[in-house]
C-alpha cells in the first residue's frame, strides 16, 4: 500500500531516517545547535550533548553538519556513528580513513597519532580550515577511546583548538564520564535535550506533515489523537514518528480521512506485539501481548472487559485473588446468611410467646427421684393417656412463657443443656423441635459462647417433660 499517493503526498512525512529537512526545531534543539554552532566557529573544543533513547540526537548532528554546508571550504566535518572500538589503534585508524589522511608506513601507535597532529596542523594552521569530529552514542567510547579523545584536545595552537570535538550520548555517559577530570575539564558546552511538550508534539506532527506536501486545511490528526500521541510517547520524537506512521496506516485501512484516538490505540497495539522484551512504551505501562493499550479515562467498559477476559483468567496472580475473594464471600455467607433477620424473628417470638431467660451455669438439673424414666416416645401418636406423675399440669393451667431461652457458657452442647431443661431423655425429635425453634442457628452441633438458644414447650399430652419451675410452675 503507497499511503503516500493515497493521501497525496510528496514524500512519506513519518519516516524513520534521520532526514535533517524534517527536523522539527523545538526549543531545545535550536538553542542547542545555536550553541554548538558558536562552540565550532570559535573552535571551543570540546561540546558535550546528552539525550534519552529516541530524542533525536543522532537526526540533531546531521542538522548541525547541514547548517555548515554552505561552507564546506571551511568547515571538514567527520561523524562517528558506532564508537565501540576495541583498542586505541582501531580508533586512531578509523580516524585517519575518515578524515582522509594519507596512512603512515608505519603501524604503530606513535605514527597514527602523528599523522593526525601534522593533518590537524596543515588543515587547521595553514589552510585555515576547522576540522570537527562528531561521535554519536558516545555512551559506546571506552576508557581507552575517552584517553586518546583527551590526547587529541591537547592539540592546539595559542589561540584555539585544532579538533572540534562534540560527542552525542544517552544520559549515563555523565555517570561514565565525572570522575574523569582531566577531561571533564575541557567542556566547553554542555546541553541536555529533553522530550518535547504537548504543544510542540502537535506542531512537530504538522510540520513533518507539510514538509511532506500536505496542503489540505482539514486537519489529518484529530485533537484527541494528537494528544493521545504524546500521552504515549512523552514527547520523544522517535516514538511519536513510529505511532504517527502506524496510526495512518490503519486510518487508510479504515478507508476513513482522519486519524482517530482508536487508531493510535491499535497502533500502540501492534508496536507492542514486537517489543518482547519491553513492558513499557515511554513511560507509560504497556499491556500485556495482545491486549490493546487503552488510554486512561477511555472506554472504561472495555478495560474491564479485557482485565477479566479467558487469557487473563490463566494468570495464576488473578486466579489465587480470585479464589481467595470466592473463599471469604462463601466464608461469610455461612457464618452471616441467618442472622441478617434475627432479630425481626427474635422479636416475632418474644411478642407470640414470651420467654424466660437464664444462665445455661445457673438452670438446677431437676431430679424426680420417685420418677420411672421416661421411655416413651412424646411425639408418638399412639400415646392416648397422659402420664401419671407428681406435678402433671393440665394443657389449659399451663402458663406463660412457651419458651426458654437460655445463653450458651463454656463447655455447653445443645443435648446437655436439652437434658437439663427437659426431664425425659433426649431423642432426634426433640432435637429436631429445638432446631426449628432456632432457625437463627445455622448449625446446633457448632454453637458458640454467647448464643441464645430457645427451647420450646412440647406437645400435649406431656407437658411434664419440662421442668416445671421453668415455666413458673411451682
Known amino acids: 500500500m503507497d499511503y503516500i499517493k493515497l493521501l497525496n503526498l510528496q514524500s512519506e512525512p513519518f519516516s524513520n531516517s534521520p532526514d ?49 554546508q554552505s561552507e564546506v571550504d571551511r568547515f571538514l566535518f567527520h561523524l562517528i556513528l558506532d564508537p565501540s572500538f576495541k583498542s586505541e589503534s582501531e580508533f586512531l585508524y578509523a580516524l585517519i580513513m ?30 585555515g580550515r576547522v576540522i570537527v569530529l562528531i561521535v554519536d552514542e558516545g555512551q559506546k567510547l571506552n576508557d581507552v577511546c575517552l584517553e586518546l579523545l583527551r590526547d587529541l584536545l591537547n592539540f592546539e595552537t595559542n589561540q584555539f583548538k585544532l579538533l572540534q570535538l562534540i560527542i552525542m550520548a544517552q544520559k549515563e ?41 500536505w496542503t489540505q486545511n482539514r486537519p489529518l490528526f484529530a485533537p484527541k489523537a494528537i494528544a493521545l500521541i504524546y500521552q504515549y510517547s512523552q514527547g520523544y520524537p522517535r516514538k511519536i514518528i513510529t505511532l504517527c506512521h502506524h496510526s495512518l496506516l490503519f486510518m487508510l485501512i479504515r478507508q476513513t480521512d482522519m486519524v482517530e484516538p482508536e487508531m493510535v490505540e491499535h497502533a500502540v497495539s501492534q508496536l507492542y506485539e514486537f517489543q518482547e522484551d519491553s513492558h513499557e512504551i515511554g513511560n507509560v505501562p504497556a499491556p500485556r ?15 474491564i472487559r479485557d482485565f477479566f477476559s479467558p487469557k487473563q483468567l490463566f494468570n495464576p496472580v488473578l486466579s489465587a485473588v480470585l479464589i481467595f475473594l470466592l473463599f471469604l464471600t462463601l466464608l461469610w455467607g455461612t457464618r452471616n446468611m441467618n442472622w441478617s433477620n434475627l432479630d425481626l424473628r427474635t422479636s416475632a417470638i418474644e411478642e407470640s410467646f414470651p420467654t424466660t431467660e437464664m444462665d445455661s451455669q445457673s438452670l438446677p438439673v431437676q431430679a424426680y427421684e420417685n420418677k420411672e424414666p421416661f421411655d416413651v416416645d412424646p411425639y408418638s401418636s399412639d400415646v ?17 412463657p412457651m419458651f426458654v431461652a437460655m445463653t450458651v457458657s463454656e463447655g455447653d ?18 432435637l429436631n423441635q429445638i432446631r426449628d425453634a432456632n ?23 406431656y407437658q411434664e417433660v419440662l421442668s416445671p419451675e421453668l415455666f413458673g410452675v411451682p
Open 173 to 213: 555517559f555523565h555517570d561514565k564520564i565525572k570522575d574523569k577530570r582531566n577531561l571533564t575539564d575541557r567542556i566547553n558546552t554542555f546541553h541536555t535535550i529533553r522530550p518535547l511538550d504537548k504543544i510542540e508534539t502537535q506542531d512537530m506532527i504538522q510540520f513533518r506533515l507539510r514538509k511532506a506536501g
Open 413 to 430: 452442647t445443645v443435648f446437655n443443656m436439652a437434658s437439663r431443661i427437659y426431664n425425659v431423655q433426649i431423642n432426634r425429635r426433640i
Open 289 to 303: 501481548m495482545g491486549v490493546p493499550l487503552r488510554f486512561p479515562g477511555r472506554y472504561p467498559w472495555k478495560r
Open 384 to 400: 392416648s393417656e397422659p402420664l401419671s406423675s407428681p406435678g402433671m399440669i393440665e394443657e389449659h393451667q399451663l402458663p406463660k
Open 20 to 68: 535533517p529537512s524534517f527536523f522539527y526545531l523545538s526549543r531545545t534543539y535550536q538553542d542547542c545547535l545555536q550553541n554548538l554552532e558558536i562552540s565550532i566557529r570559535l573552535r571551543r573544543g570540546l561540546n558535550l550533548v546528552l539525550g534519552d533513547i529516541g530524542t533525536g540526537k543522532t537526526t540533531l548532528s546531521r542538522a548541525l553538519i547541514q547548517q555548515f
Open 98 to 127: 575518515g578524515f582522509g589522511i594519507p596512512r603512515p608506513d608505519k603501524k604503530s601507535l606513535f605514527a597514527y597519532k602523528e599523522a593526525i597532529r601534522q593533518f590537524l596542523l596543515a588543515e587547521g594552521l595553514q589552510k
Open 439 to 461: 432457625p437463627h442457628i445455622p448449625d446446633l452441633d457448632h454453637i458458640q459462647v454467647g448464643d441464645k438458644i430457645f427451647f420450646p414447650k412440647l406437645p400435649i399430652p
